[in-house]
């Protein structure tokens, strides 16, 4: 077996881990409050990213719940805008050097062969922290059917 069919297994288990854990726990909250309480209104994120989307498939154990699985190409020095996601995130470094700026968690930085989870409504920016060449990562991201795949942060 290749080692990215071993990781994409991996992603699968953890993923589906996480789905039972909202079947049993609820679901997510994706809304963000103002200083007043009041709901903001959501607009979605769309990155600059060169991407290619691999799969959208709901998720008939789980109704109502969906895969996004996408493949990005951060051209070197890329900086991505401010944003969350609308499901749980798992990232598998291809090539290049993946950093994320993370609220509350600071900076961390994977290479080739890495997997990186990130949760639901964490708000990041991601960036190709190589200047001399592109960074390749898939994302797979599981979550709430028809829910964008990114939100604008405020």
Known sequence: MKKGEQIMKRLISTAIATLVAVCFVGPLSVASADSTGSEKQKQEYVSTAKTKPLLTDELQAFPGMEVQVVEYELAPGWVGGRHYHTGDVFVYVQEG???VDLDGE????????QVYHEAVNLKMTARNGKTDKPTKIL???VGKKAE???IKAD
């Not at 600071?106 to 062969?113: D, Q, T």
């Open 97 to 99: 050097e993946f950093v």
């Open 106 to 113: 600071g900076r961390k930085i994977f290479g080739p062969g």
């Open 148 to 150: 964008p795949l990114m």
């Open 139 to 141: 994302l797979f991201q």
